[in-house]
């Protein structure tokens, strides 16, 4: 899929808690412009930091927007070794907000981390200062009180800012690579977002295929229990479709990137080249994953993935 405003992304908080949110990119008469911008058109207080393929434009210190530009350029590489393509790079604009009031008043929805808005190529992120969630808080023993909910204040960890920062910079170099008005499929574009946004930085390069650890459990359950797409459906659902059942979706589709990607046979290992080289040539979408899969047999895929996701250990 290429990502637009009524995309919808989940950021994990803590493990066992998963927000599913559909992302608008809701106006606002001040603040900060979209797109791409020149210092004297940055409101009060933000600063602007520019690397080669990024204009990071920030209320954070300039040393947050320092390192958010280097973590970018870093997984671009990667991005580019993935999807390779021979048109010169622009200069991607990236709002990243301190607060996360800002940001929601910016566009984006309660609960996420992050949005790409396509009609200006934009990454919207957030530190996630002053984010609040809905905890239950079980009844106190020997009360006949039933169980309270509590609004909490979260100290997001830095990994879970990043997460959500590569899951959308993925969309947002993948709308600018494949540079067609064809709807990618979503499952591949989506599963593939949370992917990279699983991964570590490492002294050379990444760190990836790590567990997206918040997902695990929830995905073992819906598949013992029949809950989940079959694969045959779910690699054709539409965009709408997928966003209408998000907290089975989005870890089906990055629990089948990830086994793909680690299953260890050479078959399943090409079907992202395949994918990816039928949609650049034909921009359609169904003719792109019968080519991909071409020559499996996607319910004996199923079993295989099945049993190869409920091998994780809960973390």
């Not at 920062?165 to 993948?174: G, K, M, N």
């Not at 593939?192 to 929830?218: N, S």
């Amino acid at each position: 899929m290429i990502a637009r405003p009524a995309d919808v992304t989940l950021v994990a908080v803590f493990r066992g808690f998963a927000l599913a949110c559909v992302l608008l990119l809701a106006g606002c008469a001040g603040g900060p412009r979209r797109g791409l911008v020149v210092a004297t058109q940055l409101p009060e207080g933000w600063t602007l930091h520019e690397t080669e393929h990024y204009q990071v434009q920030t209320d954070a210190s300039p040393a947050a927007a320092a390192r958010l530009g280097r973590k970018l350029e870093k997984i671009l590489a990667l991005y580019r070794e993935f999807l390779p393509s021979d048109r010169e790079l622009p200069r991607f604009p990236v709002k990243f907000f301190r607060s996360y009031q800002d940001y929601l008043d910016y566009g984006g929805e309660e609960g996420s981390g992050g949005f790409y808005d396509e009609s200006h190529l934009e990454l919207v992120a957030t530190r996630f200062e002053n984010f609040t969630m809905e905890v239950d808080v079980p009844a106190r023993p020997g009360s006949s009180g039933a169980k309270a909910t509590r609004i909490v204040r979260v100290a997001m960890p830095q990994e879970k800012v990043d997460a959500a920062l590569y899951h959308e910079a993925w969309h947002q170099y993948l709308h600018w690579a494949v540079d067609t008005d064809g709807e990618f499929p979503t499952w591949f574009d989506e599963g593939m977002g949370d992917y990279f946004g699983q991964a570590k930085p490492a002294r050379e390069g990444f760190d990836l295929g790590r567990l997206h650890t918040d997902w695990v459990e929830a995905l073992q359950e819906a598949i013992r229990a029949g809950r989940h797409v079959p694969l045959a459906d779910f690699v054709r659902l539409s965009r709408d479709d997928y966003y209408d059942r998000p907290m089975v979706c989005y870890p089906e589709g990055w629990a089948l990137v990830h086994f793909l990607r680690h299953s260890g046979n050479p078959l399943h290992l090409a079907v992202a080249d395949r994918l990816l080289e039928v949609f650049l040539r034909t921009g359609k979408d169904v003719e792109a994953v019968d080519a991909a899969f071409r020559g499996i047999d996607l319910g004996v895929l199923e079993e295989e993935w099945k049993a190869y996701v409920l091998r994780w250990p809960v973390p």
